[in-house]
Nanobody, 125 residues
Framework: QVQLVETGGGSVQAGDSLRLSCAASGTTFSYAMVWFRQAPGKEREFVAGIKWLGGTTWYDDSVKDRFTISRDSVKNTMYLQMNSLKPEDTATYYC???????????????????WGPGTQVTVSS
């Protein structure tokens, strides 16, 4: 079992920055952790991911020059530093953990086994 809790969301102006955190607890090892987001009326979409061992990262093209994903293995916490925020970044942001390896792309929500409740990010123009 893995429990995930996101914090750090809020309302900001375009061009501002936010840092999201995802605190993980539990007894199951996570191979990877990711951030997804979902805007009203849209499907949940991949944002960024990180392999817990080694720290390999990958990003959606829409954020890769603005967002940085990282993790603190001692604190069991993952972060998403979001810079140069745009109104189109407005969404609920979810963190997720992958504990079972199966033949599903790292970019798809189905690859992930545990999810946090989400944190809202609103960017005004």
């Amino acid at each position: 079992q893995v429990q995930l809790v996101e914090t750090g969301g809020g309302s900001v102006q375009a061009g501002d920055s936010l840092r999201l955190s995802c605190a993980a607890s539990g007894t199951t090892f996570s191979y990877a952790m990711v951030w997804f987001r979902q805007a009203p009326g849209k499907e949940r979409e991949f944002v960024a991911g990180i392999k817990w061992l080694g720290g390999t990262t990958w990003y959606d093209d829409s954020v890769k020059d603005r967002f940085t994903i990282s993790r603190d293995s001692v604190k069991n916490t993952m972060y998403l530093q979001m810079n140069s925020l745009k109104p189109e970044d407005t969404a609920t942001y979810y963190c997720a953990a992958r504990v079972h390896l199966r033949q599903v792309s790292d970019y798809l929500a189905d690859a992930y086994d545990y999810w946090g409740p989400g944190t809202q990010v609103t960017v005004s123009s």
